[in-house]
């Protein structure tokens, strides 16, 4: 392809490549914010020797959506597992806080 027809393409496309990079990066900055808030909160339960289900739960259904969708574009085997076992470790967290108190 020639350099004209490829400019060509990517007009016709209407996608910034920029916007597209500030809105893969700001998505793994907030992932960093969200795994240093979760391991704050852990090591805090942990050592108050609060329950820390809840937050587990959280964090697997995080991991399992994200799973879903990767899945519902690529269709790898290897999403789906991990999509359907964050989902199971996710509910049964949750069930295990709910029925602890």
């Given at each position: 392809?020639k350099?004209?027809?490829?400019?060509?393409k990517?007009?016709l496309?209407?996608h910034?490549?920029?916007?597209?990079?500030?809105?893969?990066?700001?998505?793994?900055?907030?992932?960093?914010?969200?795994?240093?808030?979760?391991?704050?909160?852990i090591?805090f339960?942990?050592?108050?020797?609060?329950p820390?289900?809840?937050?587990?739960?959280?964090?697997?259904?995080?991991?399992?959506?994200?799973?879903?969708?990767r899945?519902?574009?690529d269709?790898s085997?290897?999403?789906?597992?991990a999509?359907?076992?964050?989902?199971?470790a996710?509910?049964?967290?949750?069930?295990?806080y709910?029925?602890?108190?």
């Amino acid at each position: 392809m020639k350099k004209e027809e490829i400019l060509e393409k990517s007009r016709l496309e209407k996608h910034d490549e920029g916007q597209k990079d500030i809105v893969i990066r700001s998505s793994q900055y907030g992932e960093i914010g969200l795994i240093v808030c979760f391991i704050v909160l852990i090591v805090f339960k942990l050592f108050n020797g609060l329950p820390a289900q809840d937050l587990l739960s959280l964090f697997w259904a995080y991991l399992g959506m994200k799973n879903v969708y990767r899945y519902q574009r690529d269709k790898s085997k290897a999403n789906l597992i991990a999509a359907v076992c964050g989902m199971i470790a996710s509910v049964s967290f949750a069930l295990a806080y709910f029925f602890q108190w």
